[in-house]
């Protein structure tokens, strides 16, 4: 559709399609209660204004080796920049499924495409207080990667063990959320745990 062949009333309805295509302050998510239900929605930058629980995706990214790919977040996020965390990380749209928004954000960050996606499971964590159930999906992918520098800053692909090693030394600032999914996925496969 042109934008110029749109009429003036079409407008607020192409505003509200074009809001939903592409992550950002204004999409709708989602307010789920605290067994994951939907009971509203509301605008991603509204979650932490009221008492909205939320829900979103993390995707683990290992390649044929075990390696995982790790995402060093852009020094212009506004939670966390800088530090390491999932390969891709996504808020739910408003009726999304953790499977769908997984393949959304891998070809948005990563350029990845045509994978088979696995959930994991659903973690229940709090965030600044509110509940945020996050989906955990893995894909095995040796790329290629073309990461988004707009989120990502840098990747490196470690063992999940390198990086908990690095971690507790000091020398590797992970995401609180990330190091509570890297426990869960080390439970998961009979590994090293965080504590």
């Known amino acids: 559709m042109a934008l110029d062949k749109v009429h003036p009333q079409q407008l607020p ?16 998510v989602d307010c789920v209660d605290q067994r994951d239900q939907v009971v509203g929605k509301v605008k991603r930058k509204d979650i932490f204004r009221g008492s909205c ?33 999932s ?3 996504a808020y739910l749209f408003s009726g999304e499924t953790y499977e769908k928004a997984a393949a959304r954000r891998l070809q948005q960050e990563l350029g990845v495409s045509d994978v088979d ?7 229940h964590l709090k965030d600044l207080g509110h509940d945020k ?7 095995e992918s040796s790329g290629p990667f073309t990461p988004d520098p707009n989120h990502i800053e840098r990747v490196r692909l ?7 090693a690095r971690w507790r030394k000091g ?25």
């Open 53 to 85: 629980g939320f829900r979103t995706v993390h995707v683990f990214v290992v390649n044929s080796n075990g390696k995982l790919l790790l995402q060093q977040q852009s020094h212009s996020r506004d939670r966390a920049p800088l530090t390491w965390g």
């Open 171 to 195: 020398s590797m600032a992970l995401t609180p959320t990330f190091l509570a999914l890297l426990e869960f996925y080390n439970r998961v496969r009979g590994q090293d745990t965080v504590t």
């Open 13 to 28: 309805r192409l505003y509200v399609l074009m809001r939903n295509l592409f992550p950002g302050p204004e999409m709708l």
């Open 87 to 89: 390969s891709v990380a």
């Open 117 to 123: 996606i696995t959930l994991l499971g659903v973690l």
């Open 158 to 164: 470690m063992s999940p063990n390198q990086v908990l």
């Open 133 to 139: 159930f996050v989906g955990l999906a893995f894909v």
